[in-house]
């Protein structure tokens, strides 16, 4: 059983950067996806990127491509969410996941962890 446990959200202003580290626990197949999601308030969770273990490759949805960027650290089994040129529509909850079965833009993945408050300000 892989666990995920986020951390590194924040208060930051408008055009800033933050990055959020997703750790993860457990056995981490090739076949596994780290997987980014966020909920704003009011808002249903959204699909933010998914960084495939295989692949070394990620996909994006297009609210946050070429703002964010995901990368790894295989010493450390973490994986990182770099955010840049933040806007205040970024704010949210934001989740990490795994799926053992890969990159998938939907929220059927296998664990999540608690969140991690992204705050962006005006």
């Known amino acids: 059983q892989v666990h995920v446990l986020e951390s590194g959200g924040g208060l930051v202003q408008a055009g800033g950067s933050l990055s959020l580290s997703c750790a993860i626990t457990?056995?981490?197949?090739?076949?596994?996806?780290i997987g980014w999601f966020r909920q704003g308030p009011g808002n249903d969770r959204e699909f933010v990127a998914s960084?495939?273990?295989?692949?070394?490759?990620?996909v994006y949805a297009d609210s946050v491509k070429g703002r964010f960027t995901v990368s790894r650290d295989n010493a450390k089994n973490t994986v990182y969410l770099q955010m840049n040129s933040l806007k205040p529509e970024d704010t949210a909850v934001y989740y990490c996941?795994?799926?053992?079965?890969?990159?998938?833009?939907?929220?059927?993945?296998?664990?999540w962890g608690p969140g991690t408050q992204v705050t962006v300000s005006s």
């Open positions: 960084f495939s273990w295989r692949l070394r490759a990620a």
């Open positions: 996941a795994a799926r053992k079965l890969g990159l998938s833009r939907g929220t059927d993945y296998d664990s």
């Open positions: 457990g056995r981490l197949d090739s076949s596994h996806a």
